[in-house]
């Protein structure tokens, strides 16, 4: 495979140096800062005229390039791009070629001649080995299981865990003439994994756990461990005795308080709590699960809750404002016509609207209305310059709502050729607009009803259980 690669990397190696020269004048009046790859560009070219026109006629991507050059014709730009991408791919075989050779010699200068091969301890191992005769070479994958031990080395492990297993026992204590401290009862030794099983002469001074009891005399109490050590199927019996006195290790306050529940008040429905730890007066106090502390999360959960929410009120203030804009509709026309009718320009006519309810506000702060508050707007643009057509033509559009979009483009219309028909205009699409707000609070009306159809069947539910209930109680059966 080696050889193979090498033979591969030196045919595409002499590829790339034999069209270096290769439509060389057309390649050197590109900037090399630009083409990164123009060393590359031999091969490329040669690639991509050697290969079907139908492969580069992507339209998808001849749009973008037009994008990006912004040039009609983009014959040379398109041809480039192509040439690029084929010497991306060529460059990047030859690269990876070449790693993988140096990787390979690498690998070969770490072989070695072997005459034997480990066999671990712990677990099977796997060796690639190259055998090589007269013939040839053949690699192989051996797998060599972990080594298995003599009975003589079983007992020698043991042995050996067995002078440190008194040790690790022992723990903290100095001795096993006096063991004052937990011990380490320990299930597993060594680096071999012997696995250890205990037995203890009186579990009353001493548990599984190696804690010394509270009843151990003063002058102390002899207990017997026996250890039955395990390695490879093969068993043997270590046991020592240790001289136990009554722990100096310092209990916690929790512990204390078990013990003394535990021993104390065996018999009786309550149990008093000692009243002194070391010498000093100690007080209790119940804890209960409290639901204070769910009380943030409940907020971030409503508070993220609201946070959406919020786009939905904004809607329903918008549908709200729309509702208020079709509403007022019929009175901006019919005003419009009225001050129109009287002689006032469509400007002073919108003006004196404007004036109107600038008063009406004053007197009443909540008489807020989008359709007056448009047209004042309007109103400014028109006293700061702007054309009527246009200010009125941006009012319609701002309130887009289809029926102010109508009345502004009558309004301009008419305004261009000629102010003659207008209150022809005006008085009809006052008439629709009237007809179309009767139609408007029907259609309201249906849904206050059906709005009020829940409550209505509530109610009534709630009238009949309050008659029928003290009438079936008041029933002997």
Known sequence: MTKFIIVVFLVLSAFIVFTI????????????????????YGVGMLIVDRLPKKIFQNTGVNNDLKKITVKEHIIKEQYFYYVEKVCIVVGVIWLTLGVSIAVLYSESKTDRQISKVERSV???????????????????????????YTESEKQKVLEKNKKVLLKEVLGKNKSQNKVNSKLNLVSEIGKEKVNVYWKIS??????????????????GEVVTLTATMTFKKKTIDYSFGV????????????????????????????????QQINGKKV?????????????????????ITLFFLKDKDLKKEVEKRNRQLLNDYPEIVSKILLYYGAGLSIKSAIERMVAEYNVEKKKNSKAFRYAFEELSMCSVKMKSGVPET????????????????????????????????????????????????????????????????????LMLIITIAIIMVPALLSINI
């Open 21 to 40: 020269p290769y439509r060389h004048r057309y390649k050197r009046k590109l900037s090399k800062k630009k083409h990164k790859l123009w060393g590359l």
């Open 122 to 148: 712990k677990s099977s191992n796997n060796y690639n080995v190259r055998i090589i005769d007269d013939v040839g070479e053949e690699t192989v994958k051996l797998n060599v299981a972990k080594k298995q």
């Open 202 to 219: 009186d579990k009353n001074i001493i548990n599984y756990n190696g804690e010394i009891s509270s009843n151990v005399k003063k002058q």
């Open 243 to 274: 001289n136990v006195y009554p722990s100096s290790d310092k209990k916690s306050k929790g512990n204390y308080v078990q013990e003394y529940v535990d021993e104390n008040d065996k018999y009786s429905n309550q149990v008093k709590l000692p």
């Open 283 to 303: 007080t209790y106090r119940e804890t209960k699960d409290t639901v204070g502390k769910y009380i943030p999360i409940i907020g971030i959960i409503v508070g």
């Open 390 to 457: 246009v200010a009125i033509s941006e009012y319609g559009n701002r309130c887009n709502i289809h029926c102010y979009i109508k009345l502004a483009g009558l309004i301009e219309q008419n305004l261009k050729r000629g102010t003659k028909e207008l209150t022809l205009v005006l008085k009809s699409e006052l008439k629709d607009a009237m007809n179309e707000r009767k139609n408007n609070l029907l259609k309201n009306g249906g849904q206050v009803s059906t709005k009020l159809l829940g409550p209505m069947v």
